[in-house]
């Protein structure tokens, strides 16, 4: 079992920068790859970025390529995700997801637990 806590989300203009963080709960984060998804009011949840338990090998979705960046620090049970030059399109509630199978996979059904998500406000 592993219990996921985001924090970081707010209110920020277009072009801004905001940093979200995960933390996990558990002595076994290691051993789980680590999402980020997003869902916007009236969407389905969409795969934002994804890193790997061994390698931390990444994998992005292409709306946030270039500007997104996803991160874990094993030591402190924590995976972060570092948005750069935001835009009203990446309003959405941001949540954290663990795989226990660790591929970086993008598909939200490989994942195995959630967190309880934080709002992300894009606006001026």
């Known amino acids: 079992q592993v219990l996921l806590v985001e924090s970081g989300g707010g209110l920020v203009q277009p072009g801004a920068s905001l940093r979200v963080s995960c933390a996990a709960s558990?002595?076994?984060?290691?051993?789980?790859?680590m999402g980020w998804f997003r869902q916007a009011p009236g969407k389905e949840r969409e795969f934002v970025a994804a890193v790997s338990r061994i390698r931390f090998r990444t994998n992005y979705a292409d709306s946030v390529k270039g500007r997104f960046t996803i991160s874990r620090d094993n030591a402190k049970n924590t995976v972060y995700l570092q948005m750069n030059s935001l835009k009203p399109e990446d309003t959405a509630v941001y949540y954290c997801a663990a795989d226990r199978f660790g591929s970086a996979t993008a598909e939200v059904a490989d994942y195995d637990y959630w967190g309880q998500g934080t709002q992300v406000t894009v606006s001026s």
């Open positions: 558990g002595r076994t984060f290691s051993s789980y790859a």
